[in-house]
């Protein structure tokens, strides 16, 4: 009995085309309500911080070059990011929105992970400053940790 079931559908299936779709080849169409990757506009942002404090990911750092300038770099972890849209809603100024067309988010190292939106002369600088400051801090506080444990 299970040998001609078996059978039949092999019979069946030599005959009918594929129901899979061959991916990267044949793209389906983007569902309209879909949320996919951050995009940050510099020009609308006042550096408020609602979209950094209210992420439930940490995914956004926001840093202030010169507020009265409106000069900020926005560092966005793809890698963290959950996709709900709470930076979008917290924004009163209309400068965070979610991609529906930047969704296809796979890779083969961790680099494409981090994103930086900004002017491109300042994020390099910036995130220099920010991570030697970070490695200071770190070190400040190790130091100060193994100071207290003696």
């Keep these: 009995m299970r040998i001609a079931t078996m059978i039949g559908d092999i019979s069946r299936s ?21 949320r996919g990757r951050v995009e940050w506009d510099a020009a ?7 979209c ?22 926005m560092r966005y972890h793809l890698d963290r990011c959950v996709f709900c849209a709470q930076c979008e809603e917290s924004c009163r100024f209309d400068a965070i929105h979610l991609s529906d067309k930047k969704w296809e988010l ?12 900004g002017e491109e002369n300042n994020v390099r600088t910036v995130v220099e400053k920010v991570l030697k400051g970070n490695a200071g801090q770190d070190a400040g506080k190790d130091s100060g940790a193994k100071a207290q444990a003696k």
């Design 44 to 50: 609308k942002c006042t550096g408020c911080n609602l």
């Design 106 to 117: 796979a890779a083969l190292t961790q680099d494409p992970f981090d994103i930086f939106y």
């Design 14 to 34: 030599l005959f009918r085309k594929p129901v899979t779709r061959q991916y990267p080849f044949e793209k389906s169409a983007t569902p309209k309500a879909l």
């Design 52 to 73: 950094v404090r209210d992420c439930p990911a940490m995914a956004l750092d926001l840093h202030i070059l010169d507020r009265k300038n409106k000069q900020f770099v």
